[in-house]
């Protein structure tokens, strides 16, 4: 391996550091995520599709990688971004270093840059398209990384979306209601939640048609997180008009984009994303303030919402719309994620409080 690699931004901004993990070049959305543990779980999370991730917290790796933390079936990122990653972790868990971990799936990383320099430039000018190689130099990547494709151009839902149905093994408890979560990018722990609340979970593809999912006869749906630009998705927008009034539907995070797409609100991209821990979220319904993670780069526009949809939730930081309800049809919805893992672990109440939709809709 080579014993430098660069980080070169679409603006031509050129990061030196220390190669690690697998010796390959990668390219993406270049992102910041603010969460100061959980990185194995940021690394499988779909919702990082297409992206090179970079962690502001200054040390990854300390507490090594294991096989119950994994969020989907492979590492979803295109690289990993860190000041500093330890190669002697200390766990009882631990079974393989983030080096291992990350040659083992052919994705680069890099250390030893200033990624505080980095992530204010993130937040200055936006995310932007990168390129992390160890294999050419500064001016030839940035001139490959021009003629690559860009990332709202993709359907990345498409791409990390099961391939077929399938179901979630039941969690020892009886199973009293069957709930449908359609795949935009869903990761295991919504599926754990739900199975440990006594529910029976079947997982669709993200194109699979209304009439499909009332085929399997849900007491609700789940529209599951995911990646990318909701603008792709209005296949997943027509299922979702098809379920409208005929099962209750939770949306979250890109689940959320889609539902509100439903009820004819545009999403736009943010400038630099939600990314991490510790966002401030308001619940106008109840006043309660919550303290929440999330992972997306668009927001739903609420003035062009219609239909019977309105706010539910608000980001104290920049008062773009974090949640959804209807007025009159058993549909919520929220941005941030209630299924956060490691945490916080704030937010598990939004399943509480979708399941009591489907009890209320089955009458008991």
């Given at each position: ?58 040390l990854a790796g300390n507490y090594g990688i294991n096989r119950f933390d994994a969020e989907s079936r492979r590492i979803q990122v295109r690289g990993m971004v860190v000041r500093e990653h330890c190669d002697i972790p200390s766990h009882w868990q631990n079974e393989m270093t983030l080096h291992e971990y990350l040659v083992q799936s052919g994705i680069p990383g890099l ?254």
């Open positions: 391996m080579s014993d430098k690699a660069f980080l070169v931004l679409e603006d031509g901004t050129v990061y030196e550091g220390e190669p690690f993990g697998a010796p390959v070049s990668a390219h993406g959305e270049v992102v910041f995520d603010t969460s100061m543990a959980g990185y194995q779980e940021a690394l499988t999370d779909p919702s990082f599709a297409g992206q090179i991730m970079v962690l502001t917290y200054p250390s030893g840059i200033d990624t505080r320099a980095l992530t204010r430039r993130l937040r200055m000018a936006g995310v932007m398209a990168g390129i992390m190689t160890s294999e050419e130099s500064p001016d030839d990547a940035l001139r490959r990384l021009r003629e690559l494709p860009r990332y709202g151009d993709i359907d990345f839902a498409r791409q990390v979306s099961t391939e077929s149905l399938y179901e979630w093994p039941d969690d020892g408890e009886t199973s009293k209601r069957h709930i449908v979560v359609i795949d935009l990018g869903v990761k295991h722990n919504i599926m754990r939640i739900l199975s440990r609340m006594g529910c029976h979970v079947t997982v669709v593809p993200c194109p699979t048609a209304a009439e499909d999912v009332l085929a399997l006869k849900p007491d609700g749906v789940v529209l599951s997180p995911g990646p990318g630009d909701p603008a792709h998705l209005g296949y997943v927008v027509r299922t979702v008009s098809g379920l409208l009034g005929k099962t209750p539907i939770m949306g979250i995070c890109l689940g959320h984009q889609v539902l509100g797409a439903a009820f004819g609100a545009g999403n736009f991209k943010l400038k630099f994303g939600h990314r991490g821990a510790n966002h401030p979220v308001r619940d106008l319904v109840t006043g309660r303030f919550y303290i929440t993670a999330q992972n997306h780069g668009y927001a739903l526009d609420p003035d062009t919402l219609r239909g019977g949809a309105e706010v539910s939730h608000i980001n104290l930081n920049d008062g773009t719309v974090e949640g959804l309800r209807h007025r009159e049809l058993p549909v919520v919805s929220i941005q941030y994620h209630s299924e956060a893992s490691p945490g916080p672990l704030d937010n598990t109440y939004f399943f509480d409080r979708f399941l009591e939709i489907v009890a209320d809709q089955k009458g008991h």
